[in-house]
């Protein structure tokens, strides 16, 4: 069942085409693999499809409905949750805090208008407790190393129990250590029943944990299929990897 779908998706900035008529699906149940060189199109795509874009023409649906015209915060209340590359975390705030403004009842004027609810506090440490940072939980989220910043915007976007995980970067810049953590992380929460749609340049992990893999390449898609199938098309190795 296809819980993501893209259709002729184009986004232009000013001359600038970045995203040229994309079409795809995300099938329920995959860690879906969206990879391409610098400049290929994918983070604006993410954008699009979490909404902080809107698409100049086509269609994005997801479970079904039409979700193109939805605001960020709603469409997370569907159920479609994102990370970014970099963190976005609040740094004047603790872990936790940064982790219970990501709930899309409550959202950051929520935690000013009153504390942190009994509910909510045990649900965000079961989170941090899942990602292995919860001895950290009221640290100032600034104090975090950049692997723990990864793992906590996870748990962050965990908190809304989305049917989706948007991941755009995971693995970058991340120690051995930690980036094992991530992939046994990102492989619990796809055996828990939910879908991951990743965005990474590791190709290392994208071939050891990804299936289908997506490919773009100036803003278009330019292959999909099994890791090895996308590892033998030629036009991936003359675009993406620098061979063919």
Same mark, same amino acid.
């Given at each position: 069942?296809? !819980?993501?779908? #893209?259709?002729?998706?184009?986004?232009?900035?000013?001359?600038?085409?970045? %995203?040229?008529?994309?079409?795809?699906? #995300?099938?329920?149940?995959?860690? @879906?693999?969206?990879?391409?060189?610098?400049?290929?199109?994918?983070?604006?795509?993410?954008?699009?499809?979490?909404?902080?874009?809107?698409?100049?023409?086509?269609?994005?649906?997801?479970?079904?409905?039409?979700?193109?015209?939805?605001?960020?915060?709603?469409?997370?209340?569907?159920? !479609?949750?994102? @990370?970014?590359?970099?963190?976005?975390? !609040?740094?004047?705030? @603790?872990?936790?805090?940064?982790?219970?403004?990501?709930? +899309?009842?409550?959202?950051?004027?929520?935690?000013?208008?009153?504390?942190?609810?009994? +509910? &909510?506090?045990? $649900?965000?440490? *079961?989170?941090? &407790?899942?990602?292995?940072?919860? @001895?950290?939980?009221?640290?100032?989220?600034?104090?975090?190393?950049?692997?723990? $910043? $990864? !793992?906590?915007?996870?748990?962050?976007?965990?908190? *809304? /129990?989305?049917?989706?995980?948007?991941?755009?970067?995971? *693995?970058?810049?991340?120690?051995?250590?930690?980036? =094992?953590?991530?992939?046994?992380?990102?492989?619990?929460?796809?055996?828990?029943?939910?879908?991951?749609?990743?965005?990474?340049?590791?190709? =290392? %992990?994208?071939?050891?944990?990804? /299936?289908?893999?997506? #490919?773009?390449?100036?803003? $278009?898609?330019?292959?999909?299929?099994?890791?090895?199938? #996308?590892?033998?098309? =030629?036009? %991936?190795? =003359?675009?993406?990897?620098?061979?063919?």
């Amino acid at each position: 069942m296809s !819980l993501l779908e #893209v259709r002729n998706v184009s986004k232009s900035f000013d001359s600038l085409k970045a %995203v040229d008529d994309c079409s795809f699906s #995300v099938e329920e149940g995959t860690i @879906t693999a969206l990879i391409g060189p610098n400049g290929a199109g994918k983070t604006t795509m993410f954008n699009i499809i979490n909404g902080l874009h809107r698409a100049d023409r086509g269609e994005i649906r997801f479970n079904g409905k039409n979700i193109e015209k939805l605001q960020p915060h709603q469409i997370t209340r569907v159920g !479609l949750s994102r @990370t970014f590359q970099l963190s976005r975390q !609040l740094s004047d705030l @603790t872990v936790l805090e940064n982790i219970v403004v990501q709930s +899309p009842v409550r959202g950051v004027g929520g935690l000013i208008r009153s504390a942190i609810l009994g +509910p &909510e506090r045990e $649900k965000a440490m *079961a989170l941090l &407790e899942f990602v292995g940072i919860a @001895t950290l939980a009221n640290l100032p989220a600034a104090r975090l190393s950049y692997g723990q $910043k $990864k !793992l906590m915007d996870i748990a962050a976007g965990m908190m *809304a /129990d989305p049917k989706i995980l948007l991941l755009d970067e995971p *693995a970058g810049g991340i120690n051995p250590a930690l980036l =094992d953590v991530i992939i046994d992380r990102i492989e619990k929460l796809r055996a828990q029943g939910v879908t991951i749609f990743i965005v990474e340049h590791n190709m =290392d %992990v994208v071939m050891s944990i990804c /299936d289908p893999v997506i #490919v773009m390449a100036y803003g $278009k898609v330019l292959a999909s299929g099994s890791p090895a199938e #996308v590892q033998k098309n =030629d036009e %991936v190795l =003359d675009a993406y990897l620098g061979v063919g």
